[in-house]
């Protein structure tokens, strides 16, 4: 009679389904719409410029530097390392260089980033889509630049298509990820200084001007530019339409709406397994994550301190640790340690996670947002590696700091029990879009300064497994 249960399963696996559909119709979550479709002339543009060493000061270092195909887009590492770094020969392991440090968070994805639904941009939310004179711009609110009080919520330059396109006025501008210490000199020529690092670091438009000359310089770029803005004289073409160029590529190549919710959302039932179904109950009912994961990306835009535990200083080299939302001269002190929620799609695929990379799994997130306050004060950092390990945070003093600005969203804490968690995880794995688990062919075989592509990973021997499968 044991054996006879298999009209039973189909019954709970048919529950739990339809239980969910009644549960996202009644929330009225719809399928993810895709943005609109861009040029082609416009994305290999954006390519070339997202993979080119040309754009950073030292000649060294690109977007492709920490947002890797190969790893969905991030790096996989706790805290990144832009320009002027150390190489290790033999295992390309990466670390800071001279005057230099990691970058002060976590590489976030370029997944569905072009999205209408995406109103702020970067771990602290500094930057923000705004209405002014009815027309969308773009809002750049930093507290961290000391040099310029002129860039406290300063509006970045007309003619930027999305705030994707905003965000991507701004790696250039930071001597981490790609301008370079004051005293880095050229990559190529040892003798050349880098001139994009000995420009004031208030005068963002210097450092814009700088890189437009660098690139309308080669042949390549200037026929590249032509082809998406034909009616833009040579002399006129800005730094905006290269970021708006390196955003049709974002959004032309990491853009995916095929994951098992996706088909699940449009209405077939068989895309999710019985435990993804009773992670997704769990999601939108007793977890409560929809409560800071909402809408189709699954973030709010907005920022909260879920407690994790600091590591290193942050941006702001004043502060002894990173204090998040406050940099920003629009959040006072008491989101101090808040953090922009982070968009889940793609998300089994791009650890670590948290703004600092503390943690290695999805398992691990959950269980810390079971217990916030707990998890601040007993986070286990021997799960970092050792250059990481010194950046973590054990003062008494620091730690009270950060649990007294607690969201209270998670305040209460979430009861679940060891099912209840795998079955989480196993819902956030349905977000994942097999059309991300391979982005290699998004690499172009050369760039037209001639320089190497950062990152190229080695040939993969035809008889290894395929890991992705």
Known sequence: MGSETTPDMEVVEEDHHALLRQQIEAMGIEPLEMPPEQPAAKIELGRALFHDPIMSGSRDAACVTCHRPEQATVDHLTLPVGTAARVDPETGARTPGPQLDFVSRNVPDLFNRGHQQTVTMFWDT????????????????????????????????????????????????????????????????????????????????????????????????????????????????????????????IIGSFTFLDSPWDRFVAGDDSALTVQQARGARLFYGKARCVGCHSGALFTDNKFHNIGARPLGRGPDKTEFMDRGAAHRSVAGPDHSFAFRTAPLRNVE?????????????????????????????????????????????????????????????????????????????????????????????????????????????????????????
């Open 349 to 469: 695929l791009t650890p670590p996670y948290m703004h600092n990379g503390i943690y290695n799994d999805l398992e691990s997130v959950i269980r810390h947002k079971m217990d916030i306050k707990t998890s601040l004060w007993v986070y286990d950092y021997t799960q970092l590696r050792p250059e990481f390990e010194r950046l973590v945070h054990h003062d008494p003093e620091r730690l009270a700091l950060v649990e007294l600005t607690l969201s209270p969203i998670l305040a209460d804490g979430v009861d679940l029990t060891d099912q209840e968690v795998d079955d989480l995880v196993a819902f956030l794995e349905a977000l994942t879009s097999p059309s991300a688990r391979d982005l290699e062919h998004t690499r172009p075989e050369s760039v037209p300064s001639g320089l190497e592509i950062p990152n190229i990973p080695p040939p993969r021997d035809v008889d290894e497994p395929d890991v992705t499968e």
């Open 126 to 249: 500094r930057l923000e889509q705004v209405e002014i004179d009815g027309q969308t711009r773009f809002r750049l609110a930093d507290t961290n630049d000391a040099f310029s009080p002129n860039n406290y919520l300063r509006i970045l330059p007309e003619g930027l298509d999305n705030i994707l396109a905003a965000q991507n006025m701004l790696p250039v501008l930071n001597r981490l990820e790609l301008r370079g210490s004051i005293s880095s000199m050229d990559s190529i020529d040892p003798n050349k200084p880098n001139e994009l690092a000995t420009v004031h670091d208030g005068d963002f438009e210097a450092v814009w001007r700088a890189v437009m000359k660098r690139l309308i310089e080669v042949e390549g770029y200037r026929e590249l530019f032509a082809a998406v803005y034909p009616d833009v004289p040579l002399e006129e073409l800005t730094f905006v339409h290269a970021a708006n160029g390196i955003s049709a590529f």
